[in-house]
T-cell receptor, first 114, second 115 residues
Framework: ETGVTQSPTHLIKTRGQQVTLRCSSQ?????VSWYQQALGQGPQFIFQ???????GRGNFPPRFSGLQFPNYSSELNVNALELDDSALYLC?????????????FGPGTRLTVT | AQSVAQPEDQVNVAEGNPLTVKCTYS??????LFWYVQYPNRGLQFLLK??????LVKGSYGFEAEFNKSQTSFHLKKPSALVSDSALYFC?????????????FGQGTTLQVKP
């Protein structure tokens, strides 16, 4: 098990609502990335935060936003939920931003939008 | 466009036999390559990575992977499979010059090891 934790484990929301997912990074890690994993698919990169600033973003609309706090924990916020947002949301932390650093993943939050 | 392909949706192998899970990539620039494993209802666990140097990389749980630049492949291997190796395996790539955290994953390969 990694030291990355995520909450909640499961969540059910209604279309149009807003949701906040939380992630605590592994000790000593200052970089957090978020991924969306739809059923039967590989994870898709949403964005990365380094020292409280977003420093990379995938092909996700602006209603996906995030925050990183001084203790390097992070939140993913999704507004105006759509049915297609139903997925496993994974948080990953790493020691820094260089591409050769491996990322350590949390167990994920399963979001269901009805 | 950068991409990763895992050509097999599922690989079946008998316990004790060697296993190979295939991965090919397409990137511009020097690739950093990773393998992760995912057990049911769990996050991804890091297995190994290739950065530079020796083309044969050794990782966790007896897994290894061979980087082949001419074939743009990074196949995962294990000499003797265990039933407990049964899981979903993902290959991923990052481009060397990027600091944006973007891992590009393949679709995943389900490994089934039968007793």
């Amino acid at each position: 098990e990694t030291g990355v934790t995520q909450s909640p484990t499961h969540l059910i929301k209604t279309r149009g609502q807003q949701v906040t997912l939380r992630c605590s990074s592994q000790s000593g890690h200052n970089t957090v990335s978020w991924y969306q994993q739809a059923l039967g698919q590989g994870p898709q990169f949403i964005f990365q935060y380094y020292r409280e600033e977003e420093n990379g973003r995938g092909n996700f609309p602006p209603r996906f936003s995030g925050l990183q706090f001084p203790n390097y924990s992070s939140e993913l916020n999704v507004n105006a939920l759509e049915l297609d947002d139903s997925a496993l949301y994974l948080c990953a932390s790493s020691e820094g931003t260089p591409s050769y650093y491996e990322q350590y993943f949390g167990p994920g939050t399963r979001l269901t939008v009805t | 466009a950068q991409s990763v392909a895992q050509p097999e949706d599922q690989v079946n192998v008998a316990e004790g036999n060697p296993l190979t899970v295939k991965c090919t990539y397409s990137v511009s620039g020097n690739p950093y390559l990773f393998w992760y494993v995912q057990y049911p209802n769990r996050g991804l666990q890091f297995l190994l990575k290739y950065i530079t140097g020796d083309n044969l990389v050794k990782g966790s749980y007896g897994f290894e992977a061979e980087f082949n630049k001419s074939q743009t492949s990074f196949h995962l291997k294990k000499p003797s499979a265990l039933v407990s190796d049964s899981a979903l395996y993902f290959c991923a790539v990052r481009v060397g010059s990027s600091n944006t955290g973007k891992l590009i994953f393949g679709q995943g390969t389900t490994l089934q090891v039968k007793p």
